[in-house]
């Protein structure tokens, strides 16, 4: 049976996705990025969208994932022989789901397997993960000690609608929060509204970063307007906001984007032209002048 690890569907999705790139036509996000104005995404946002990508991949494989109930791994102490290295034990639910995975090391003086790590996990009725917890074995105390855990909520559409990331504070033997984000959609699943909130050590309680609305039509994004919260000033002051025109074909002809001064200001347009084939042939770039 041909099974698939994590590295090679991670592998085979990157070249999809890179595929993908190198043949479609340049849109106006590209434009913007020749021009030194790049779309604000960032690597979490990235990150967030493989890793949905790949749950799906992995779902829709015609081949059944192998579960397995443990992995050994050997290293070589040289080119003709080799030693126990390395274990990994996997926990089953009745859905077999894995609950829990726990790490091993092989000791070679005492020829005995010592814990290193465990991940735990749980699911909603749904079977989508909600709890992710790492934790490390520690020798002084001989016992599990704390050391992040990812809280995860759903929507209907399967896509997520709440992520928190949690660390464990050694010192207070507590845990403290590292980055929230909350989404919303709509029914074509299509994100709607971001919100992420980071950490305050003083107050020990979460604390606004930013917010992000976005509107679609039938052609795709057409809205997006970035909000950011002033800590000094305890209110929300505007970031970035864009908007996108299509014509009759859904291509997208017209690009505007603003700026904040105590309200928004237009600050570039670009304005496209496409051949019948779809195929950007023109874009024209212009600033605002707001004196004239």
């Given amino acids: 049976?041909?099974?698939?690890?994590?590295?090679?569907?991670?592998?085979?999705?990157?070249?999809?996705?890179?595929?993908?790139s190198f043949g479609q036509n340049i849109s106006n996000d590209d434009v913007l990025e020749k021009h030194g104005i790049f779309v604000n995404k960032d690597l979490d946002d990235i990150m967030l969208e493989l890793d949905h990508q790949i749950k799906q991949f992995i779902n829709s494989s015609d081949e059944p994932i192998q579960l397995v109930d443990s992995i050994i791994s050997y290293s070589y102490t040289d080119a003709y022989d080799s030693v126990l290295s390395t274990m990994s034990v996997n926990d089953f639910n009745d859905l077999n789901q894995i609950v829990c995975i726990t790490n091993?090391?092989?000791?070679?003086?005492?020829?005995?397997?010592?814990?290193?790590?465990?991940?735990?996990?749980?699911?909603?009725?749904?079977?989508?993960?909600?709890l992710s917890q790492f934790q490390n074995w520690s020798e002084d105390e001989t016992a599990w000690v704390n050391s992040t855990k990812v809280i995860y909520e759903f929507g209907e559409n399967d896509y997520y609608t709440l992520r928190q990331l949690w660390m464990w504070d050694i010192d207070l033997e507590q845990w403290y929060g590292y980055y929230y984000y909350a989404y919303e959609y709509n029914e074509y699943n299509e994100k709607t509204y971001e919100h992420k909130w980071t950490w305050s050590s003083d107050l020990f309680d979460w604390v606004n970063s930013y917010?992000?609305?976005?509107?679609?039509?039938?052609?795709?994004?057409?809205?997006?307007?970035?909000?950011?919260?002033?800590?000094?000033?305890?209110?929300?002051y505007g970031?970035?906001?864009?908007?996108?025109?299509?014509?009759?074909?859904g291509y997208d002809t017209l690009f505007l984007t603003y700026s904040w001064d105590e309200d928004w200001v237009i600050n570039w347009k670009y304005e496209s032209i496409f051949n019948d084939e779809g195929n950007r042939i023109q874009t024209l770039m212009f600033s605002w002048n707001s004196e004239t």
Avoid: P
Wanted: charged fraction near 20%.
């Fill in 211 to 236: 917010y992000i609305n976005y509107e679609y039509c039938e052609f795709g994004q057409t809205f997006h307007e970035h909000w950011k919260w002033s800590v000094e000033n305890n209110n929300w």
């Fill in 1 to 20: 049976m041909k099974a698939f690890t994590s590295h090679s569907v991670l592998f085979l999705l990157l070249c999809g996705l890179s595929i993908t």
């Fill in 104 to 130: 091993y090391n092989y000791v070679q003086e005492t020829s005995v397997w010592q814990y290193s790590s465990r991940y735990i996990k749980e699911y909603d009725v749904y079977g989508n993960m909600i």
């Fill in 239 to 249: 970031y970035l906001k864009s908007e996108r025109f299509y014509n009759d074909s």
